[in-house]
């Protein structure tokens, strides 16, 4: 079983930064595929970023620009830089691992974007 836990949310003023934080255990994190999820109150979950164990990484229309996901296969963690916040970026950020066909997600972690 692969443990996911975010880290980094909080309040920020619109045009601000955050840098959200997702640690994953196992010995085989650099083969994972880590992903972002964002869910606003009353919406659907969606995608916001993900990077493969290669690498590779995809953004979702809204974020490109200003989100950056980068990894950091010594420390098992995946990372979400987020730049430009708009108060339509407030949500609860989900992290997700994905490995043998198997998905593990983590608690979420609120970010609020308000003045």
């Known amino acids: 079983q692969v443990q996911v836990v975010e880290s980094g949310g909080g309040l920020v003023q619109p045009g601000g930064s955050l840098r959200l934080s997702c640690v994953a255990s196992?010995?085989?994190?650099?083969?994972?595929?880590m992903s972002w999820y964002l869910q606003a109150p009353g919406k659907e979950r969606e995608l916001v970023a993900r990077?493969?164990?290669?690498?590779?990484?995809y953004y979702a229309d809204s974020v490109k620009g200003r989100f950056t996901i980068s990894r950091d296969n010594a420390k098992n963690t995946v990372s979400l830089q987020m730049n430009s916040l708009k108060p339509e970026d407030t949500a609860v950020y989900y992290c997700?691992?994905?490995?043998?066909?198997?998905?593990?997600w983590g608690q979420g972690t609120q970010v609020t974007v308000s003045s």
């Open positions: 997700k691992a994905r490995f043998l066909g198997n998905e593990y």
């Open positions: 196992g010995s085989t994190f650099s083969s994972y595929a």
């Open positions: 990077i493969s164990s290669t690498r590779s990484t």
